[in-house]
Protein backbone atom coordinates (compact mmCIF):
# COMPACT_ATOMS: atom_id res chain seq x y z
CA UNK A 1 0.00 0.00 0.00
CA UNK A 2 2.61 2.67 0.82
CA UNK A 3 4.39 1.56 -2.43
CA UNK A 4 1.07 2.31 -4.47
CA UNK A 5 1.06 5.43 -2.59
CA UNK A 6 4.23 6.75 -3.52
CA UNK A 7 3.82 5.70 -6.98
CA UNK A 8 0.19 7.53 -7.10
CA UNK A 9 2.08 10.74 -4.55
CA UNK A 10 4.72 10.96 -7.55
CA UNK A 11 2.61 10.83 -10.37
CA UNK A 12 0.57 13.18 -8.81
CA UNK A 13 3.52 15.82 -7.95
CA UNK A 14 4.66 15.44 -11.56
CA UNK A 15 1.42 16.31 -13.27
CA UNK A 16 0.07 18.91 -10.97
CA UNK A 17 2.01 21.33 -12.23
CA UNK A 18 0.05 20.91 -15.82
CA UNK A 19 -3.00 21.25 -14.10
CA UNK A 20 -2.42 24.70 -12.84
CA UNK A 21 -0.96 26.36 -16.52
CA UNK A 22 3.33 25.51 -15.71
CA UNK A 23 5.44 23.00 -17.34
CA UNK A 24 5.23 19.88 -15.91
CA UNK A 25 8.20 18.15 -14.45
CA UNK A 26 9.02 16.17 -16.61
CA UNK A 27 10.40 12.40 -15.52
CA UNK A 28 14.07 13.15 -17.11
CA UNK A 29 14.24 16.44 -15.23
CA UNK A 30 13.42 14.07 -12.35
CA UNK A 31 16.43 11.95 -12.94
CA UNK A 32 18.97 14.04 -14.08
CA UNK A 33 18.60 16.40 -11.42
CA UNK A 34 19.75 13.21 -8.90
CA UNK A 35 22.67 12.86 -11.00
CA UNK A 36 23.84 16.55 -11.13
CA UNK A 37 23.33 16.02 -6.80
CA UNK A 38 26.28 13.65 -6.76
CA UNK A 39 28.47 15.25 -9.75
CA UNK A 40 28.55 18.49 -8.18
CA UNK A 41 29.78 16.63 -5.35
CA UNK A 42 32.22 13.96 -6.81
CA UNK A 43 33.78 15.98 -9.69
CA UNK A 44 34.66 18.83 -7.10
CA UNK A 45 36.31 16.15 -4.68
CA UNK A 46 38.40 15.00 -7.83
CA UNK A 47 39.23 18.52 -8.02
CA UNK A 48 40.26 19.00 -5.07
CA UNK A 49 42.77 15.77 -4.38
CA UNK A 50 45.94 16.28 -4.89
CA UNK A 51 47.52 14.95 -7.88
CA UNK A 52 50.17 12.79 -5.70
CA UNK A 53 47.52 11.46 -3.34
CA UNK A 54 45.72 10.00 -6.88
CA UNK A 55 47.44 7.12 -6.26
CA UNK A 56 46.76 6.59 -2.66
CA UNK A 57 44.62 3.65 -0.77
CA UNK A 58 44.76 3.01 2.62
CA UNK A 59 46.32 -0.19 3.92
CA UNK A 60 45.79 -0.51 7.26
CA UNK A 61 42.65 -2.61 9.11
CA UNK A 62 40.51 -3.87 6.32
CA UNK A 63 41.86 -2.13 3.29
CA UNK A 64 44.18 -4.58 1.93
CA UNK A 65 43.44 -4.72 -1.46
CA UNK A 66 40.81 -1.91 -2.18
CA UNK A 67 41.20 0.71 -5.15
CA UNK A 68 43.33 3.62 -5.24
CA UNK A 69 41.70 7.36 -5.27
CA UNK A 70 42.28 7.33 -9.29
CA UNK A 71 40.76 3.77 -9.56
CA UNK A 72 37.61 4.78 -7.56
CA UNK A 73 37.03 7.82 -10.03
CA UNK A 74 37.71 6.00 -12.75
CA UNK A 75 35.89 3.11 -11.82
CA UNK A 76 32.71 5.56 -11.28
CA UNK A 77 33.56 6.74 -14.62
CA UNK A 78 33.28 3.24 -16.64
CA UNK A 79 30.09 2.07 -14.65
CA UNK A 80 28.65 5.55 -15.58
CA UNK A 81 29.45 4.59 -19.21
CA UNK A 82 28.54 1.32 -18.97
CA UNK A 83 25.14 2.18 -17.57
CA UNK A 84 24.18 5.13 -19.55
CA UNK A 85 25.20 3.23 -23.07
CA UNK A 86 22.88 0.20 -21.24
CA UNK A 87 19.62 3.19 -21.19
CA UNK A 88 20.68 4.70 -24.37
CA UNK A 89 20.82 1.06 -26.05
CA UNK A 90 23.98 1.64 -27.74
CA UNK A 91 28.08 0.88 -27.58
CA UNK A 92 30.03 2.80 -24.83
CA UNK A 93 31.55 6.28 -27.04
CA UNK A 94 34.81 5.25 -25.42
CA UNK A 95 37.32 2.55 -24.51
CA UNK A 96 35.97 1.07 -20.97
CA UNK A 97 39.56 -0.62 -20.75
CA UNK A 98 39.68 -3.87 -19.31
CA UNK A 99 37.47 -4.81 -16.13
CA UNK A 100 35.74 -2.31 -14.27
CA UNK A 101 38.30 0.63 -13.45
CA UNK A 102 38.50 2.32 -16.46
CA UNK A 103 41.57 2.22 -18.93
CA UNK A 104 45.06 1.82 -17.83
CA UNK A 105 46.03 4.60 -20.14
CA UNK A 106 44.15 7.43 -18.20
CA UNK A 107 46.86 7.58 -15.39
CA UNK A 108 47.09 11.53 -14.57
CA UNK A 109 45.38 13.33 -12.33
CA UNK A 110 43.96 15.85 -15.20
CA UNK A 111 43.00 12.39 -17.34
CA UNK A 112 41.13 10.99 -14.49
CA UNK A 113 39.24 13.93 -13.76
CA UNK A 114 38.29 14.42 -17.56
CA UNK A 115 37.37 10.80 -18.22
CA UNK A 116 35.20 11.28 -14.87
CA UNK A 117 33.47 14.76 -16.19
CA UNK A 118 32.94 13.22 -19.72
CA UNK A 119 31.06 9.94 -18.21
CA UNK A 120 28.57 12.35 -16.44
CA UNK A 121 28.28 14.32 -19.64
CA UNK A 122 27.35 10.93 -21.61
CA UNK A 123 25.37 10.21 -18.07
CA UNK A 124 23.15 13.59 -18.82
CA UNK A 125 22.78 12.28 -22.21
CA UNK A 126 21.04 9.12 -20.99
CA UNK A 127 19.08 10.05 -18.02
CA UNK A 128 17.37 12.89 -20.44
CA UNK A 129 16.07 10.58 -22.87
CA UNK A 130 14.14 8.69 -20.90
CA UNK A 131 10.25 9.77 -20.36
CA UNK A 132 7.42 8.50 -18.79
CA UNK A 133 6.25 6.66 -22.17
CA UNK A 134 9.67 4.74 -22.16
CA UNK A 135 10.99 4.43 -18.32
CA UNK A 136 8.92 0.94 -18.07
CA UNK A 137 10.66 -0.56 -20.90
CA UNK A 138 12.85 -3.77 -20.48
CA UNK A 139 16.22 -3.29 -21.38
CA UNK A 140 18.89 -5.72 -21.75
CA UNK A 141 21.07 -5.13 -18.34
CA UNK A 142 24.38 -3.89 -18.36
CA UNK A 143 25.83 -6.63 -15.62
CA UNK A 144 25.01 -9.70 -17.82
CA UNK A 145 21.95 -11.76 -18.00
CA UNK A 146 18.49 -10.39 -17.77
CA UNK A 147 16.42 -7.36 -18.04
CA UNK A 148 15.81 -4.38 -15.99
CA UNK A 149 13.39 -1.41 -16.57
CA UNK A 150 15.06 1.67 -18.15
CA UNK A 151 14.11 3.70 -15.09
CA UNK A 152 16.67 1.57 -13.05
CA UNK A 153 19.13 3.02 -14.79
CA UNK A 154 18.78 6.36 -13.64
CA UNK A 155 18.93 4.59 -10.16
CA UNK A 156 22.04 3.09 -10.41
CA UNK A 157 24.03 6.04 -12.03
CA UNK A 158 22.95 7.66 -8.90
CA UNK A 159 23.34 5.09 -5.94
CA UNK A 160 26.60 3.41 -7.83
CA UNK A 161 28.29 6.62 -7.29
CA UNK A 162 27.20 8.14 -4.01
CA UNK A 163 28.36 4.37 -2.75
CA UNK A 164 31.89 4.87 -4.56
CA UNK A 165 31.64 9.33 -3.42
CA UNK A 166 31.54 7.82 0.14
CA UNK A 167 34.50 5.93 -0.21
CA UNK A 168 36.70 8.64 -2.07
CA UNK A 169 35.70 11.05 0.92
CA UNK A 170 37.06 8.89 3.51
CA UNK A 171 40.43 8.81 1.27
CA UNK A 172 40.90 12.64 1.13
CA UNK A 173 39.75 13.09 4.48
CA UNK A 174 42.72 10.51 5.41
CA UNK A 175 44.77 12.79 3.64
CA UNK A 176 43.49 16.16 5.10
CA UNK A 177 41.76 16.99 2.41
CA UNK A 178 38.37 18.50 3.77
CA UNK A 179 35.61 17.82 0.56
CA UNK A 180 34.22 20.54 -1.07
CA UNK A 181 30.49 19.96 -0.11
CA UNK A 182 31.61 19.83 3.48
CA UNK A 183 33.39 23.01 3.68
Not at 102 to 129: E, M, R, W
Amino acid sequence: MKRLFAVLLGSTLLAAPAAFGADPISVAKVYDGQLSGIEHEFVPLAEAMPADKFDFAPTAGEFKGVRTFAQQCKHVAAVLYTVSAGALEEKAPVDLGAGENGPDSIKTKDQVVKFLKDAFTYAHKATLSITSKNELDMLKSPFGDGQMARAAFAGILTWHSFDHYGQAVVYARMNGIIPPASR
